[in-house]
C-alpha cells in the first residue's frame, strides 16, 4: 500500500535524524529547514510522528494482506 511506503520512509527519515542526534549532537532536519522551531521542520517532525503512528497498524495487519500487496 502506498501509505504504508510512505509512513515508512518517514520512519527512516526520523530514524536517521535520531540516530544523528544521539551520535553527534547534530539534528539534520533542524540543519535542513532553519532551526528546531522552524514552521517546515516541525511540519516535518509531525509528520514522522503521524507516520509512527500508522506504523503502528503494521503490528496488527494480518500476512495475508500483506501477501496480497506483493
Same mark, same amino acid.
Do not use: H, K, P
Given at each position: 500500500?502506498l501509505?504504508?511506503? %510512505?509512513? $515508512? =520512509? $518517514? !520512519? %527512516? #527519515?526520523g530514524?536517521?535524524n535520531? *540516530?544523528?542526534v544521539g /551520535?553527534f549532537r547534530?539534528? %539534520?532536519? =533542524?540543519w535542513l529547514f *532553519? *532551526?528546531? &522551531?522552524? &514552521?517546515?521542520?516541525? #511540519? +516535518?517532525?509531525t !509528520?514522522? *510522528? $503521524? =507516520?509512527? !503512528?500508522w506504523? +503502528?497498524? $503494521? /503490528?496488527?495487519?494480518?500476512d495475508s494482506l500483506?501477501?496480497?500487496e #506483493?
Amino acid at each position: 500500500m502506498l501509505m504504508d511506503r %510512505i509512513a $515508512l =520512509a $518517514l !520512519l %527512516i #527519515v526520523g530514524g536517521v535524524n535520531w *540516530g544523528s542526534v544521539g /551520535l553527534f549532537r547534530f539534528d %539534520i532536519v =533542524a540543519w535542513l529547514f *532553519g *532551526g528546531q &522551531t522552524a &514552521t517546515v521542520s516541525r #511540519v +516535518v517532525y509531525t !509528520l514522522v *510522528g $503521524l =507516520a509512527a !503512528l500508522w506504523c +503502528v497498524s $503494521l /503490528l496488527f495487519r494480518s500476512d495475508s494482506l500483506v501477501d496480497e500487496e #506483493v
